[in-house]
């Protein structure tokens, strides 16, 4: 079975210092993986996708993820925070073996939040 | 988020009415997703079509009602539903090959 862990419900950061959002999978062979945002009253938002290739994969926003096969993990991150990048972060992850259709198992989700 | 859209955006309705939802994508994707998003709770996968063919239905009751008349369009009909079904639903949309999805706005949805 599939599951995706964000153990943190929130995090909080000084904008201008670095941001880690982490997460955690469980999937039998190679996963798909796949970070998402979301603002208030808005759905959510296509942030970056590791397939296959370089553990590093960069996204919208200055957003990267580094994907880590021994700690099955895919956290998130950002070298300089903005107030702007408060949201709530979804990671998700999907079975790379099922059709294009296939549904995507999403974490709990993070708040982050960003101080001035 | 104008490539899928969601109509209407807020929606009350009490537990005897009847109302759809609606999902329209301009993506030229060819499968759609619904969702519901309730707070503190995992974002839950409702339905899937493909190819207008409906592929999943995750045990959602039957006072959910899906319809994809063709694979830019996608409804959600609404019966006699209960309080706890209020949440924001939102629909997705993906292309084949590509396992990314897209997400619309949403629907706040109120149960009274």
């Known amino acids: 079975a599939q599951s995706v862990a964000q153990p943190e419900d929130q995090v909080n950061v000084a904008e201008g210092n670095p941001l880690t959002v982490k997460c955690t999978y469980s999937?039998?062979?190679?996963?798909?993986l796949f970070w998402y945002v979301q603002y208030p009253n808005r759905g959510l938002q296509f942030l970056l996708k590791y397939i296959t290739g370089d553990n590093l994969v960069k996204g919208s926003y200055g957003f990267e993820a580094e994907f880590n096969k021994s700690q099955t993990s895919f956290h998130l991150k950002k070298p300089s925070a903005l107030v702007s990048d408060s949201a709530l972060y979804f990671c998700?992850?999907?079975?790379?073996?099922?059709?294009?259709?296939?549904?995507?198992?999403f974490g709990s989700g993070t708040r982050l939040s960003i101080r001035p | 988020e104008t490539g899928v859209t969601q109509t209407p955006r807020h929606l009350v309705m009490g537990m005897t009415n009847k109302k759809s939802l609606k999902c329209e994508q301009h993506?030229?994707?060819?499968?759609m997703y619904w969702y519901k998003q309730s707070a503190k709770k995992p974002l839950e996968l409702m339905f899937v079509y493909n190819f207008k063919e409906q592929t999943e239905n995750n045990s959602v009751p039957s006072r959910f009602s899906p319809e994809c008349p063709n694979s830019s369009h996608l409804f959600l009909h609404l019966h006699t539903l209960q309080p706890e079904d209020s949440a924001l639903y939102l629909c997705?949309?993906?292309?084949?090959?590509?396992?990314?999805?897209?997400f619309g706005p949403g629907t706040r949805l109120t149960v009274t």
């Open positions: 998700a992850v999907r079975h790379s073996g099922y059709s294009s259709a296939s549904k995507i198992i």
């Open positions: 993506l030229g994707h060819n499968a």
């Open positions: 997705a949309s993906s292309q084949d090959g590509r396992p990314e999805q897209y």
């Open positions: 999937v039998s062979g190679n996963p798909y």
